[in-house]
């Protein structure tokens, strides 16, 4: 375990903050509660670690070794095996943990909810994607021969009007100079780099943009309440509400971005070597940038209709796992005031769990995390 | 049916009623109800509504009553008047004439004023409030000290006294109920004393309140007992009886529930009123203890009773519907009732020591954990037979894993997932 940072009276409140999101880490989604809200991440010899706030009373984050996280604590059979799965196959960023979090959840350790809803979101899953595909493949057609679009989208369903919509993908492959094969080959690995977000023309949304939504909801949620409040709780309501805004304007910007680039998906796919980092890239950085906001913006809205005190626990169960943006995200006139917004104020509102003291398992906080997994996207 | 009786069957048509009624006309008529006079009637109609009425939180600013009894709120209950327990609402009846009459013209005035005050304007709200409050601590004037009428009204004049300090207090300790009280609220509470000290204000109106914010009362005698804060005698007297009423009112709504509240509930109260009794009982001097224990005589027999019946002994039989029976797999809603019977039962067991069912306990967790200890061998063995079905095999071993996690323990779930699987490996 690395020591406390001893040095913090010399240091800016700004250099308290991780530089990257690959330093911040991935949000692990365990359930015991000395780690719960903890992220992974690896170290400079590339092995995994931990990243524990739930032991210090927001005075720094512990940095535990992969290996060593089951003998600081029993762990929950779940995340025994969760554990497990993020060391066997190193995962490392939000969408692998996603999948390996959706994986354990259907083995029924966190319950019964919790599995089914997992089980239904890997379906989704599918379908989402299978669903991307098509409009991908729809508009490609529409983009290369317009007249056939509509028809094409009547029909597309049927086995007759699938085969007609492989032969136009082999006329666009022909035009587009590419080989039917490597056309088809591009248009789903371009699926699979765009469906997490979604295509702005989509008729469903993708998850990250629903994310995305249910996010600013939350942040208009703790402003309106914060006016209602005064001293802490409203302070703290702000707080949570101005570091969701500062990530929110970047993922805004993300998804600019990554919508300008998937305009033109015919395009694309005749560049796709050099497109295919770019958009990666994009729709890597708005999961990053997510990472860890739908079970904050699920809790606060799932307690609308509590009273003043019970929001104010919530809150700070909130404070605790907020995902503070990257230094290298925080840009513009408001670097300074935002930097040491995050950094310094956070520290002074988080507690340590009492359980790692008493040593007695707080059911209610795990039976809380199982909770919100029985909810997660 | 005599009068009461008939009083009792309308509040209860018309709190009914109230639930059931569109939107508007429900905000209209608590509205209405709120503004009228205080009688034990209404009070009660309010009581029964107050969830209706959380749901829809429709933005409204407070009347200058509900802004008067702003810093003493926590205080406020719906019992007789006799209880120790807090101030009854009926005691705003005596308190609204004592405060308006001093000086009427005042107080139109801060009415007027409060209309003015957009309802979400907290900051307002409370500037107006705190000339409210000094205004209606110096009504109050001289109430006699030992006239047991005047009680409620003491309590309300100090706590309005201390209203500035008590509002800060909120607003630096906005959890409630706060389930412990931590190095950052006892820095506060301490802080607070030391100014009221100073100001030559009581401390008993803002003790009390604290008191009533906390899970448990005890907490803040536990507290003060450790530090040198140097609060009056009276004043932790006060404080004790307060707690103490708090734990019987607590342990008579608890016997109340036993018959109809799910295993779960009952088993998180349990723990929480056993633990209270606990603590309460070790930061009370002698005389305190010998109160607390004349007046809870009986709970912790009540709640052993409860414990064993309902959890304990009923245990085995709740948890394995979580097994397949003669229909097959157990639906999911089987394995919710299961699994919450479960977690009832792990909590009893934290309490099971103070209450002599230890054994008892122990004995029921054996024979639980050897049970899914036979399934999986069950398990495994179906799955060596016949390895199409080892996913089926596979799901059944985690949910068994499960059970023994919530009703065992994580420690012993995890030896049995450890045997149940041949090492670490994909789910």
């Not at chain 1, 009273?307 to 503070?324: W, Y």
């Not at chain 2, 509205?31 to 034990?40: D, E, I, K, N, R």
Request: hydrophobic share 45%.
């Amino acid at each position: 375990m690395a020591m406390r940072d001893k040095m913090g009276s010399l240091r800016t409140p700004e250099q308290f903050l991780p530089s990257t999101f690959e330093e911040r880490g991935t949000a692990v989604p365990f359930t015991t509660p000395m780690y719960a809200f903890a992220r992974v991440r690896k170290d400079y010899r590339e092995r995994l670690e931990l990243l524990v706030t739930r032991f210090s009373d927001g005075a720094g984050v512990y940095v535990v070794p992969w290996t060593a996280v089951p003998e600081l604590a029993q762990l929950t059979t779940h995340d025994t095996v969760l554990h497990e799965e993020v060391l066997q196959k190193r995962v490392l960023n939000p969408y692998d943990m996603r999948m390996a979090a959706l994986v354990v959840a259907t083995t029924g350790l966190a319950g019964p909810e919790a599995a089914e809803t997992a089980t239904k979101r890997i379906a989704e899953d599918e379908e989402s994607k299978a669903l991307n595909q098509v409009i991908l493949i729809l508009k490609v057609i529409e983009l290369a021969q317009r007249e056939a679009a509509p028809a094409l989208l009547r029909e597309i369903l049927t086995p007759a009007g699938q085969m007609r919509v492989r032969e136009t993908l082999f006329q666009i492959a022909d035009k587009l100079e590419l080989a039917p094969d490597l056309l088809d080959r591009r248009l789903s690995e371009l699926g699979l780099g765009t469906y997490p977000v979604g295509v702005a023309w989509s008729p469903m949304e993708g998850r990250l943009r629903g994310i995305m939504k249910r996010t600013e909801e939350m942040r208009a949620s703790l402003l309106a309440w914060a006016e209602d409040q005064l001293g802490e709780a409203s302070e703290q309501a702000r707080f949570c509400a101005q570091v969701a805004e500062h990530t929110l304007r970047i993922c805004k910007q993300v998804l600019v971005d990554f919508d300008a680039e998937v305009a033109n998906p015919a395009a694309i796919v005749a560049v796709w070597d050099e497109k295919r980092p770019v958009i990666e890239n994009l729709s890597g950085r708005l999961a990053w940038l997510l990472d860890g906001w739908q079970p904050i913006a699920d809790m606060w809205l799932d307690s609308a209709a509590t009273d003043v005190g019970a929001r104010a626990a919530t809150l700070e169960e909130m404070l605790s796992m907020l995902p503070l943006l990257p230094r290298k995200e925080i840009q513009g006139p408001d670097h300074d005031r935002v930097a040491e917004a995050m950094a310094s104020r956070r520290r002074t509102w988080v507690r340590a769990a009492e359980d790692w003291r008493t040593g007695e398992v707080d059911s209610d906080l795990v039976q809380r995390l199982e909770g919100l997994k029985a909810k997660a996207a | 049916m005599n009068d009461q009786e008939m009083q009792e069957a309308s509040i209860e048509e018309i709190s009914e009623r109230l639930q059931t009624i569109a939107e508007p006309k429900f905000l209209a008529a608590v509205q209405t109800l709120s503004a009228g006079a205080v009688l034990p009637e209404v009070d009660r109609l309010m009581t029964a509504v107050r969830p209706r009425l959380r749901t829809l939180r429709p933005p409204r600013a407070p009347t200058l009553k509900q802004l008067l009894c702003r810093p003493f709120e926590d205080l406020l209950h719906s019992g007789a008047s006799e209880s120790e327990n807090g101030i009854p609402r009926t005691a705003i009846a005596d308190l609204w004439p004592l405060v308006t009459s001093q000086d009427p013209i005042g107080m139109q005035g801060l009415n007027a004023k409060l209309r003015t005050i957009f309802p979400t304007d907290a900051r307002g709200i409370q500037a107006l409030g705190a000339q409210l409050w000094r205004r209606a601590a110096k009504s109050l004037g001289q109430i006699s000290a030992t006239d047991e009428a005047a009680r409620h009204l003491r309590a309300m004049r100090d706590a309005l006294a201390a209203a500035d300090v008590i509002e800060a207090f909120k607003q630096a300790v906005p959890i409630k109920p706060l389930p412990r009280i931590g190095e950052s609220e006892r820095n506060v509470i301490l802080e607070t004393l030391r100014k009221l000290a100073a100001d030559s204000l009581p401390a008993n109106g803002f003790l009390l309140v604290v008191a009533a914010r906390l899970q448990s009362p005890g907490n803040l005698l536990e507290a003060l007992r450790d530090s040198e804060a140097g609060v009056p005698k009276a004043a932790i007297q006060g404080l004790g009886t307060f707690a103490i009423a708090r734990i019987e009112d607590r342990a008579i709504r608890f016997e109340k529930t036993i018959s109809t509240a799910r295993p779960e509930d009952l088993a998180r109260e349990a723990e929480r009123l056993i633990g209270d009794l606990a603590t309460t009982h070790d930061a009370l001097d002698a005389k305190g203890r010998s109160e607390l224990e004349r007046r809870t005589e009986g709970v912790s027999a009540v709640v052993r009773t409860m414990l064993g019946e309902r959890i304990i002994d009923a245990a085995p039989a709740a948890i394995a519907a979580a097994l397949p029976g003669p229909d097959g797999e157990p639906s999911k809603e089987n394995l919710l009732a299961a699994e919450a019977h479960a977690r009832a039962f792990s909590r009893s067991r934290r309490i099971a020591g103070l209450l002599g069912l230890e054994r008892q306990a122990t004995s029921v967790a054996a024979a639980i954990r050897k049970r899914f200890e036979a399934r999986v061998d069950e398990l495994r063995e179906q799955a060596r037979a016949a390895p199409e079905q080892n996913a089926a095999a596979q799901a059944g071993i985690y949910q068994s894993v499960r059970m023994v996690e919530l009703a065992v323990g994580a420690r012993e779930a995890a030896q049995l997932l450890r045997t149940a699987r041949p090492g670490p490996s994909s789910p």
